[in-house]
């Protein structure tokens, strides 16, 4: 971490820190280092290029992560100012973006000013030719309000992106739902999820039911299932392909969840393949290397665990869960050990901790698995919490009952759950009037997506918890292409006066599929 005059900087309203600069670089997407021991260093001519856009994630009150890559060594320079044509900003001296972090780099920035829409430029200097400077590249973010600060939120939340074949289709307008979703000028966006599809590989041509050709844009890492680290990289390289997606991430600011697929398929810890398309089946191996192509190609927290709570003024604090660093393997679902589960003690305690401290009106829960839908992995076993027995909980279920149960007692009010995975949209309530078990608030769970990727579903909801579906929109078969719609979306209001917490689940055009406002706990 370098640190900066703050006195310097305060002059101009802000203040920052350095973070680190996150891999060798992935074909087709620029420079690239030989990797070849006692090979000469490629000097590319020219200047320096930016070669993925930019992108910020983690706002808080006071900071934010922002994020670049660039096609060879460099130095990475951030200016950042209130105003949008930067006048008086202030540069910020970065990371050297080099092979080992695949030429990609973070800043955060700190000592922002609260609530305010701020402006950032982002360069690299050669480093093989200082005074070379890279085209810049221009971002915006909106930093969170203070701590009692009450005023308007608006954010976000899909996840599947790239899946089950469906690649960019220029032909199709490629990833276009980023457009609706940038057109809502949301505070941030929440991806539940499966950021990439690492092993799922993309054909050039897939033929439509209706005779129509979807021509999939293909690089040589979507080419396969990713097993390598350069592989696992490309992942995230290509859906920065797509000129929604950039122009989306460069005004709204990211929080990132990894499920399944920036892996491999229903992965848990300890798992060995029997998939014949990986050459690497030691999933822990394949975890590690997807860990770091995620923390080096997304504007994730420079450092901690996945798992964190990111307040957001007196109304919101967002709880983002990591259900797969310490999942127990799938099976049937039904132990009654509650130290197995998905989200490991520490964890489970933490949450429960943060959930009974928090003074937030509502308390947001990311979950990148469901909590009452039957997700199955297989004829025989199971991937998520629910296993379709209404009764007592058991296997999964016990840690989610002990959480709602420490909250239900400690008085906390105002969870929701918001998720994807399951590739529809749905809206679920949770009573214990319905449920096997009484000691719980009532609660809301909101399902979206997939943002881009094949449409399934409806999945079967477990009575544990007692869910009622009251809205659900899936498609009329699996696996149904983003061309056919069954894209989606959801995006949250909190209004600053009230509190009211209101909820459109969208499709991929930003047509509201279904509403409802939940007023603010008392």
């Known amino acids: 971490m370098t640190e900066l005059d703050r006195r310097t900087l305060l002059r101009a309203g802000l203040a920052a820190g350095v973070g680190a600069a996150g891999g060798a670089l992935l074909s087709g997407a620029g420079a690239s280092a030989t990797g070849v021991p006692g090979a000469p260093a490629w000097r590319p ?46 540069r910020l001296r970065g990371p050297v973006l080099d092979p080992t972090g695949d030429f990609t780099g973070k800043v955060r920035l700190r000592g922002l000013p609260c609530g305010e829409r701020i402006h950032y430029r982002v360069r690299v200097e050669s ?27 608006r954010f976000v939340w ?5 899946g089950q074949g469906w690649g960019i289709a220029p032909g199709f307008g490629g990833m276009s739902i ?45 080419s396969k299932v990713a097993e390598t680290l350069v592989e696992f990289r490309g992942q995230y390289a290509y859906n920065l392909l797509d000129e929604h997606l950039r122009a989306f991430v460069a005004e ?22 029997t998939d ?62 509650p130290d197995r589960g998905l989200l490991g003690r520490e964890q489970r305690e933490w949450l429960i901790r943060e959930l009974t401290r928090s003074r937030a009106t509502w308390k947001v829960i ?55 995975d399951v590739h529809y949209t749905a809206a679920h309530h949770y009573d214990p009037a319905r449920a096997a078990v009484g000691d719980f608030t009532p609660f809301w769970e909101f399902v979206s997506g997939p943002a881009h990727a094949g449409g399934f579903g409806p999945n079967i909801l477990d009575g544990t918890f007692g869910p009622k579906a009251v809205f659900v929109n899936a498609p009329p078969r699996a696996n149904t292409s983003p061309a056919e719609g069954f894209q989606h979306f959801g995006e949250v209001q909190i209004d600053g006066e009230t509190g009211a917490f209101t909820v459109h689940l969208r499709d991929r055009a930003g047509d509201s599929l279904w509403t409802t406002t939940l007023p603010a706990p008392r």
């Not at 934010?64 to 950042?80: I, Q, S």
């Not at 609706?180 to 897939?206: I, N, Q």
């Not at 709204?252 to 798992?271: A, K, L, R």
């Open 252 to 273: 709204v600011p990211q929080v990132n969840q990894w499920d399944d697929h920036e892996v491999t398929n229903n992965w848990y810890p300890g798992e060995v393949l």
């Open 366 to 420: 990311a979950i990148d698995l469901p909590l009452g839908l039957v997700v199955p992995d297989g004829s025989a076993a199971l991937e998520g919490v629910a296993q379709g027995d209404p009764g007592a909980p058991a296997g999964r279920e016990l840690e989610f009952a002990q959480v709602l149960s420490a909250a239900h007692r400690a008085g906390v009010t105002g969870i929701v759950f918001l998720t994807a």
């Open 127 to 153: 480093l093989d030719r200082p005074g070379r400077f890279s085209e810049p590249l221009i971002g915006s973010l909106r930093t969170a309000p203070a701590v009692r600060e009450r005023r308007d939120v």
């Open 178 to 222: 980023f457009a609706a979703m940038r057109a809502t000028r949301p505070d941030f966006f929440l991806c539940s999820g499966d950021t990439v599809y690492a092993d799922g590989p993309l054909a050039e041509a897939v033929t439509l039911p209706d005779g129509r050709v979807w021509r999939n844009l293909v690089t040589s890492e979507k």
């Open 45 to 90: 001519a020219g200047r320096p290029v930016l070669t993925h856009g930019v992108q910020s994630g983690d706002v808080s009150a006071e900071s934010a992560v922002v994020w670049t890559r660039a096609d060879r060594p460099g130095r990475m320079l951030v200016e950042v100012s209130r105003r949008p044509d930067l006048r008086g900003a202030r």
């Open 276 to 337: 014949a398309r990986y050459t690497e089946r030691r999933v822990d191996v394949l975890a590690a290397r997807a860990r770091q192509a995620f923390d080096e190609w997304l504007p994730t927290p420079v450092r901690g665990p996945l798992y964190r709570r990111l307040p957001y003024g007196p109304l919101l604090d967002v709880f983002v869960l990591d259900m797969r660093t310490w999942k127990d393997p799938n099976g049937g679902n039904t132990y009654a050990d």
């Open 158 to 162: 899909t996840g599947d992106i790239a």
